[in-house]
């Protein structure tokens, strides 16, 4: 009409009459049109948000997820309600649930919810798979789907999500692989992918997140490379990829992200060098490269992280030394460079680490003296050198360290009196110096340095001689065996815990303490290591004194020149080959390698074990039997050896060499090192680590262990075991089925941290095939399908550690308990009846919900059926979830909620 209107306007062959008439026309024809369309736009505008809102009520109605069963409701009552916030017309731009409960999400249609802005359903119970509808809703700025029991895949649709700014999926179920269309989201600040079960590489694409702040994609099983498109996210406060399967090297790229904080790449296989590049990350507070397979050097550049209060390196293979440039890191409060193979001396420069509370070096080779500077860091309140070379005598002034809680120097060479200072550290609850070369008495004042019920002392395996100072305060467990002591037994010693006096020449006068052990040595003889020190307090003669100096003298160049030829050795071993490859020494130390053969320290290990006397046996399982030594290079193992008759049978020659198999590829925390093992003609004997406190099957079955064994340390070690069999199925690169998951098979170290042993009759599970087995196991631990199906794969596994974690809160087989999983008498059985009567019940709240957690983790791996059992990955993920509050009292939880869903769901343990 508008165009009509101007050529009849610009007409000059009309008349000026008619040119009126004309311009009255159109004008009124324009008007008529303008009017028109206005009454349809209007008209548009009235029923747009009418027919809008009406979608948002259906669906609201529909989804059951509120409370609501009017058939005609509206939408504009749910404005009101605290979950929902909508615009001034009146359409729900924000849903933010927050109340716990079990919700459908297939239920909810969210498509009709064009205006959303923001979407947070976090904790909620939520179940099903994340909706592809997810992907229309154009405006979301904020989706939060963390901590629910998801599954299935991330929607690649979510990459069409261009204004998100805030994108979390973390602590699900969910799977597959992370979509490339993720790298869209280029508005991202904040993107949550954890705890979930993730596979794949991590798509490149993600570096165009430029404005990327925080990224978490940890505790999945993501494998392939670290993309160096990662450092392009310049923008990034945290980092974290841990516990993953990642692999290759640390890109130099990361060294672009000079405003990361945190930064942790643990549990991973990350194997070369770390990247110098790292020293660029300045502002870094805390940098955890732990668990790993890096290499090389530590390199200097870290000393340039003058922010750093946390640094973990431990468990890799790093060599060379400790760089003096650490000293630089004045920040610092917690320091661990254990489980490597790092030489050389213990920098003097440490001891500038004034605000220092954790120092961890053990398990390396280093060598020399404990330096005096490490006196000045008064606030540390935990040091573990042990398992080193150190030699020299234990510093003076040692007493300085006023704090010090835990003081680990155990399986060294050092030598010299235990300075009178020691007795100075009035908040030590953990003391071992056991396996080194000390001399001279006990401190009359030693035992008078505190009365902590958790307090322990361990000197065995010295030479200290004198008698035994009288006890002051509550010790729980004091082991002076093997050392040359005489005298009597103090009475007070019956106050302690447990004693372990043995192998000394004390006073065949013996208490009647049921807590003492004592066996004297075999022959014992009046001299002791006090009677030939130059300062002792008994007169001799100048040439007595003589005589003395020059053996003192020729003693300690003895014991200094060994350690030099050790030191020498292993340098030269470890240029030749860094990753440990067999020295071929009579007396090599099995520690500094992998896969030994035996053939060179055969004879080492006869001598040691008296040709494998009984008196060395400290258990017998189904293959072999089980000794405790101490090798030439003092340290404690334990042996497993597989008698001669025994290695002429084939199944038991199977299951040796499938143990080694099994144990040479793997490693993780809570699963039982493996120091080498010896094939010698017809003796076999594997050398593991030595477990201080041996199964969990003995602890729960000795009162006294059992209720030092408490609440806390029992849920800690339920914990510790989950991850173990995780790390086996899921983080392999072939999954491995253990089949013999038992209280007897899970071992427990000084520190109350579990390893899985005894993987004699393990698998590795292939998918190609049936897998179809022959019964293994303990019974009583054996999942009930094995009986009629004879087909082996993780979730046998999961069962039998459900019947171990509920044996661990029970404190004895819970055989009366699973015989009642089928029959409806377990309904009225609470909790609190079956748990542990040893132990009271904790007022803590948070241990509460965690023993709760332990009881409801169980019962789901108890569950008949195989497929609604949890993997071992969702259940150690459940374990890093922070708990809500429980309305529920301890008293009124009863064994049939436990094996609910609804209760499993709440604690994102069940595969829905």
């Known amino acids: 009409m508008l165009v009509t209107h101007n050529i009849v306007c610009n007409s000059l062959h009309l008349k000026i009459m008619n040119f009126k008439y004309s311009l009255l026309y159109n004008f009124c024809g324009l008007k008529m049109w303008m009017v028109i369309l206005l009454a349809i736009s209007i008209g548009i505008e009235s029923a747009t948000p009418t027919s809008q809102l009406q979608m948002e009520a259906n669906a609201i109605l529909k989804s059951g997820w ?71 809703l154009s405006k979301l700025t904020l989706l939060d789907l963390s901590s629910n029991g998801l599954g299935g895949e991330i929607p690649p649709l979510l990459g069409n999500l261009t204004k998100l700014t805030h994108l979390d999926l973390s602590s699900n179920i969910l799977g597959g692989e992370i979509p490339p269309s993720l790298g869209n989201l280029t508005k991202l600040t904040h993107l949550y992918l954890f705890s979930n079960s993730l596979v794949g590489e991590i798509p490149p694409s993600l570096g165009n997140l430029t404005k990327l702040t925080l990224l978490d994609l940890s505790s999945n099983n993501l494998k392939g490379e670290l993309p160096p498109s990662l450092g392009n996210l310049t923008k990034l406060t945290l980092l974290y990829l841990f516990s993953n399967a990642l692999g290759g090297e640390i890109p130099p790229s990361l060294g672009n992200l000079t405003k990361l904080t945190l930064l942790y790449l643990f549990s991973n296989a990350l194997g070369g060098e770390i990247s110098p590049s790292l020293g660029n990350l300045t502002k870094l507070t805390h940098l955890d490269l732990s668990s790993n397979v890096l290499g090389g050097e530590i390199p200097p550049s870290l000393g340039n992280l003058t922010k750093l209060t946390h640094l973990d390196l431990s468990s890799n293979v790093l060599g060379g030394e400790i760089p003096p440039y650490l000293g630089n890191l004045r920040r610092l409060i917690y320091l661990d460079i ?29 060598n020399g003296n404990l330096p005096l500077s490490l006196t000045n860091l008064t606030k540390l309140e935990y040091i573990d050198i042990s398992n080193n070379f150190l030699n020299g005598s234990l510093p003076s002034n040692l007493g300085q360290l006023s704090k010090l809680r835990v003081l680990q120097l ?32 006990l401190p009359s004042k030693f035992f008078q340095m505190a009365s902590y019920k958790t307090f322990v002392i361990n000197l065995s395996h010295n030479f200290i001689s004198g008698e035994i100072p009288s006890p002051y305060g509550t010790f729980q467990h004091l082991y002076l065996n093997n050392n040359n002591l005489t005298g009597l037994i103090p009475q007070s010693l019956c106050n302690v815990g447990y004693v372990d006096i043995s192998y000394n020449c004390i006073n065949d006068l013996i208490l009647s303490c049921t807590n003492i052990y004592t066996r004297n040595k075999d022959e014992c003889i009046d001299i002791s290591f006090r009677q030939f020190q130059p300062w002792s307090p008994h007169k001799r003669n100048n040439k007595e004194r003589h005589s003395v100096v020059i053996g003192v003298s020729i003693f300690i160049i003895l014991i200094l020149a060994l350690s030099l030829l050790v030191c020498l050795k292993l340098r030269h071993s470890s240029i030749k080959n860094n990753h440990g490859i067999t020295m071929k020494t009579k007396n090599g130390d099995l520690f500094c390698i992998l896969n030994y ?237 079956v748990l542990d009567k040893r132990l009271s019940l904790p007022n803590n709240d948070i241990v509460l919900r965690d023993i709760i957690r332990v009881a409801a983790i169980a019962f789901a791996c108890l569950n008949l059926n195989p497929s609604l059992r949890p993997t071992m990955k969702s259940v150690s993920q459940s374990f890093v979830i922070e708990l809500p509050p429980l309305n529920i009292p301890l008293s009124g939880i009863s064994l049939q909620q436990l094996m609910s869903q609804e209760l499993q769901a709440l604690f994102h343990i069940v595969n829905l």
């Not at 504009?76 to 615009?87: A, E, H, K, L, Q």
């Not at 489980?339 to 080779?365: T, V």
């Not at 009035?426 to 008495?441: A, D, K, Q, V, Y």
Request: charge should be negative; proline fraction near 3%.
């Open 410 to 441: 155990s399986t060294n060479f050092i030598y010299g009196a235990i300075p009178m200072s020691v007795t100075n550290l009035s908040h030590l609850e953990n003391l071992n110096i056991s396996h080194n070369l000390l001399f001279g008495t």
């Open 338 to 366: 254990s489980n490597n193979n790092i030489q050389g001396f213990i920098p003097h420069e440490l001891g500038f680490l004034n605000n220092l509370a954790r120092l961890d070096l053990s398990y390396n080779r280093l």
């Open 597 to 833: 053969d035996g053939k060179i320290a055969y004879d080492d290990i006869i001598k040691a074990t008296e040709d494998f006397d009984i008196r060395y046996c400290i258990g017998t399982g189904a293959y072999g039997s089980v000794y405790k030594t101490q090798l030439p290079c003092g340290k404690v193992v334990a042996l497993k050896k597989l008698h001669g008759y025994e290695a002429e049978i084939p199944s038991f020659d199977e299951s040796f060499r499938n143990e080694v198999k099994i144990l040479s590829e793997i490693k993780h925390r809570h699963i039982v090192k493996l120091y080498g093992f010896c094939l010698h003609k017809r003796v076999m004997f594997l050398i593991y680590q030595y477990m201080e406190r041996g199964s969990l099957f003995s602890i729960l079955y000795d009162d006294a262990e059992a209720m030092e064994f408490n609440w806390r340390k029992r849920v800690s070690f339920v914990k510790g075991v989950a991850f173990g069999l995780s790390y086996l199925h899921h983080d392999c690169p072939t999954p491995i089925v253990h089949r013999d998951v038992s209280s007897g098979n899970i071992l427990v170290n000084s520190e109350w941290e579990p390893s899985v042993a005894d993987f004699g009759t393990a698998r590795l599970l292939q998918y190609e095939s049936s897998n179809r087995t022959i019964v293994a196991g303990t019974i009583g631990y054996i999942a009930p399908e094995l009986a009629y199906t004879m087909v082996v794969n993780e979730k046998c596994d999961v069962y039998s550690f459900g019947v171990v974690a509920l044996e661990t809160l029970v404190g004895r087989h819970p055989e009366d308990i699973l015989s009642l999983l089928q029959s409806t008498s377990i309904q009225g059985i609470k909790l609190c009846e």
């Open 66 to 136: 509120w409370n609501t069963s009017e058939a005609q409701f509206n939408i504009s009552r749910c404005c009101d309600w605290p979950d929902i916030s909508c615009n001034k017309d009146g359409s729900i731009y924000e849903i933010n649930i927050t109340s716990i409960s079990i919700y459908d999400f297939s239920a909810l249609n969210l498509s009709v919810f064009h205006n959303l802005e923001s979407l947070v359903l976090r904790s909620i119970g939520l179940i099903g798979v994340v909706p592809k509808e997810i992907g229309l």
